[in-house]
């Protein structure tokens, strides 16, 4: 067994993937659409689906807010030098929403962004 993907509902699947593809350094893997019932799903990821974990995007055509709710967290990435990637995140005009530096009450180093939607994505400094 493994993790297959996450879902996240999107607003603006356009400027989603270009902040996941052009921002963070994903590809679009694959895309589908559903006249019927109005929705299209892009998914999106650091590998091909086979052998890692991605991100499912679903838009659907009617919806243009979501509310994020109070019981989603965020999602982890790691990167090789968190303090390069959320310069390159500003000069890319994305939100850091937490400066990279040490959690609280411990040594991992963390930064956070977010998505064009809102969601909370931590950068995590790989060690």
């Known amino acids: 067994m493994r993790l297959l993907h996450t879902m996240l509902r999107v607003s ?5 993937i ?3 593809t052009q921002i963070l350094g994903m590809k679009e893997l694959r895309r589908s ?7 299209t799903l892009a998914f999106i990821g650091y590998g091909e689906e086979q052998s890692n974990t991605v ?7 009617d919806t243009d807010h ?3 709710g109070n019981a989603y967290g965020h999602i ?6 968190i303090y390069q990637a959320c310069e ?3 000069a890319a005009g994305g939100n850091v929403s937490r400066e990279p530096g040490p959690v609280k009450g411990g040594t ?5 962004v977010k998505d064009p939607d809102g969601y909370a994505i931590e950068l995590i400094q790989k060690k």
């Open 33 to 39: 659409e559903n006249a019927q019932y109005r929705y």
């Open 108 to 112: 991992t180093e963390i930064a956070f």
């Open 88 to 90: 390159d995140i500003k």
């Open 55 to 61: 991100l499912e995007l679903t838009y659907n055509w």
């Open 12 to 16: 603006n699947l356009d400027k989603s």
């Open 18 to 20: 270009a902040f996941y």
């Open 76 to 81: 982890a990435i790691e990167f090789d030098d």
């Open 66 to 68: 979501y509310d994020l």
